[in-house]
């Protein structure tokens, strides 16, 4: 492979990381989820805990891990020298990133598909009379009875003539759905054959992402320009269009009519805050990777404030463009909006694509909804995928050499294609569900092993320090940490993250029900496999402490020091190591000698008067002093630990 290269990229402009962050927060969930969830919960009313969850959990752990990233310049694993024993929390992240890029990008695959499919005379699920229909086909404009048997024969040889009427019709995009494009088997433990389609559809998206991010964050910063900003275009089209169909607005009252009843439901509250909680992207280490390559005095505050707010209002802004066709679809069919919709994907692949044919020019309608959905997916593919390859690389130097970087990031894409295989058989959805559901539970035990790490261990007055380096020079961004961020960084959060992990525990039930106890089993290995890297690394690196104790210390001053900040910690430029505990050594172990810089913090960019590490630090002895600055990383321990 090719040389190793220390140089990391950087983002040409901030925009171009703020738009990122944006078409990751913003994903698919925004459209299909968020919309159910309002319905079901109260509708108008669900947004009093949803906003609640936004400020008091969603926009602080946002704002954390873009702080974190930011401060330090490194991926999710390297970045955890400020406490050497939670880096296996970075590794636990990049599984997680791993296992959900390949998961999603299947979704992202199956709407290539239906994008593919759009451009026909006709769309395909419009229909009863193809080969993969039955006798419970409806479409839209049909009687539920079978008055015309003849209608149901195809070439096929479906003959429904003299059959019953089926106790359950299904729509006619449910059948191509479910019939055609899956060919979905009768559970998870049928994989049944490849699907060769939807394989090339999974190749294709991978393909992308490998284009868009053959250089890192250099062409991902070009592509989101387009994948990001386009599905608003696209979206505003559909809201404009959705709202002048009729029965648009019996869509929209029954999206948007409050019931304060539901208030009082705890699955009401519990949904709210999760919702905010997986739609802000947070825990899978890619907001880190991304604030990475920023530049050290970027305002993190505003873009924690902002790129949250424009996820919330995004999903309810799709919540028009799906309700109005829904009432559409209603008004047209008879039956009531609760019953023509559905969650997950049977919203973007059943429910949205049979109103779209009863639009004039549906190939036109599909082509634009299906293109916005495969923007939204690749909008949140790019970050994911770069943060597993940004973690490994940032571990691995070599990685970063010319030819290996290419080669890297090239076998990345190619492994991510090969792991998703298993879910383009028949039975792959199945698969795809249960990587889905229990993906959520990494996501909150990371979420608050994110704040134990570095809110209560390395320590709110040093974080507070880190963070005054960063946003010093604007009052508004002080102002607004110590009245806002600090204390909901510090309580809130964790609290509400418990009480989410709470309640999943209470409402737990076994999943998927009618699966055999071996999926199941299936389900909890891949929480395993994700979680084991933090305990894992934590003992082993404690235990090896132990074995070498190169000073006699006690098993508890061992503890302490390997909970304490590495020599390598802090701002990866000297010239922003600018307070005491970072003048002594540079991320080389390199001390920092701009002795003008020091004394006059103006030079260099930097003008404001730090607070000390604690109160009364200059009345505290010497030798305290110079043990805090160094923060236990000046020792034989340490140096014995970073020689294996």
Known sequence: MGAQSDERASWSRHLEFFITCVGFAVGLGNVWRFPHLMYSNGGGAFFIPYILSLVFMGIPLFCLEILFGQFASKGPITIWENNPLFKGLGYTMVALAAIISVYYNIVVATAIYFLFASMQSEVPWASCGNDWNTCACRTYDMNATLADPMMWFNQS????????????????????????????????????????????CNLLAWVIIAVALIKGVKTMGKAVYFFAIFPYILLTVLVVRGVTLKGAKDGLDFYLDPDLSKLSDSRVWKAAASQIFFSLSCCTGSLTAMSSYTKFKNNFIRDSMIIPIINCCTSFYAGFAIFSVLGFMSRNTGVAVENVTTDGAGLIFVAYPEALYQLPVPQLWSILFFFMVVCLGMGTQFPSVETVMTGLQDEFPVLRGKRSNIVFRLMVCVVGFLLGMPQTTQGGSYLLDLCDFFVGWPLLLIGFLEVVGIIWIYGIKRFTEDILLMVGHSKLARTMYYAYFSWAMTLATPICVLLIIGFECYDYKRYPEDAPRWAEALGWLIVAFVMMWTPLWYIVKYLIAITLNPEGLTYWQIFIKMNQPTRKWGPADPQNRTIPRYQRSGPDQV???????????????????????????????????????????GDTLENELTKL
Do not use: M
């Open 591 to 633: 001390p920092h000698t701009n002795q003008a810089h020091l004394e006059n913090p103006e030079v260099g960019g930097s003008n404001l008067s730090l607070p000390p590490p604690y109160p009364g630090y200059e009345r505290s002895p010497p030798d305290f002093q110079e043990k805090d600055n160094k923060g236990f990383h």
């Open 157 to 200: 040889g479906l003959n429904c003539t003299g059959q019953e009427t089926p106790e359950k019709v299904k729509s006619s995009s449910d059948e191509y759905y479910y019939n055609k494009v899956l060919e979905a088997t009768d559970g998870i433990d049928d994989a049944g054959k490849l699907k060769w389609d939807l394989t090339l």
